[in-house]
């Protein structure tokens, strides 16, 4: 029987199979996701990238903080830069018109401080368990990036934040990731990558006269 510490956090995990289209939901006690996810991969008995979801019972916002502070928090600033410029952003005029808005959460690439404003309002209104998505994709990650030799870890610490943006552009099939020539080891993280099912995340803002603000955040993955 596991016994509940107060340091143990109740996590429902939940399981994919893409050929039959089958879920299998397992609970487990752990301290963070990372944890959760070995714990469910070897429970289920499953590839970790048929993990579909990974939602906390208790202790959630708790759990974000840690990992925030955590040391993948520069893999984090890299994969959420990526992740804003190819989501979307929809003025709610626009919507409400079907008008055509098609552009990027942020503005720009390659800077996350530059677009540090616009992520603090997203973080303020993304649902808990869409921030805990982001977050088990990227233990994910890690997750499968240990059990690779130990060269192609040490390139990923190296360039932890490069690593976060090549991430999401790889697995999202973007014109450019790990595959295009810059990594060493690109060929392994490509297949880990793509071991991820794309994501999509939509911003809606709404506009008045005092200027413009995220009124919803959408995440489809």
């Known amino acids: 029987m596991t016994v509940n510490r107060p340091d143990m956090f109740r996590w429902r995990v939940?399981?994919?199979?893409?050929?039959?289209?089958?879920r299998t939901t397992t609970e487990v006690w752990s301290s963070d996701v990372s944890g959760a996810i070995h714990t469910a991969v070897d429970t289920m008995r499953c590839p970790v990238s048929t993990i579909e979801s990974?939602?906390?019972?208790?202790?959630?916002?708790?759990?974000?903080?840690?990992?925030?502070?955590?040391?993948?928090?520069?893999?984090?600033?890299g994969y959420i830069q990526a992740l804003g410029f190819t989501g979307h952003s929809i003025v709610e005029i626009a919507r409400t018109l079907e008008r055509d808005y098609d552009e990027p959460a942020f503005e720009c690439s390659g800077d996350f401080d530059e677009n540090w404003d616009v992520w603090a309002?997203?973080?303020?209104?993304?649902?808990?368990?869409?921030?805990?998505?982001?977050?088990?994709?990227i233990e994910g990650f890690f997750y499968l990036l240990d059990q690779q030799p130990q060269a192609v870890i040490e390139e990923v610490e190296a360039r932890l934040e490069e690593a976060g943006t090549d991430f999401c552009f790889t697995r999202q099939g973007q014109g450019a990731g790990f595959w295009d020539g810059d990594w060493e080891h690109g060929?392994?993280?490509?297949?880990?990558?793509?071991?991820?099912?794309?994501?999509?995340?939509e911003v809606l803002w709404e506009e008045d006269e005092d200027g413009k603000r995220v009124k919803e955040v959408y995440f489809y993955g």
Do not use: P, Y
């Open 14 to 22: 939940v399981s994919l199979d893409w050929v039959t289209q089958q």
């Open 54 to 77: 990974v939602t906390c019972h208790t202790g959630r916002s708790v759990h974000i903080d840690k990992m925030k502070s955590s040391t993948n928090a520069k893999f984090f600033r």
């Open 121 to 137: 309002e997203i973080e303020d209104v993304i649902a808990d368990v869409d921030l805990l998505h982001i977050w088990s994709d």
């Open 187 to 201: 060929d392994e993280l490509t297949k880990i990558s793509k071991s991820f099912s794309t994501v999509d995340m």
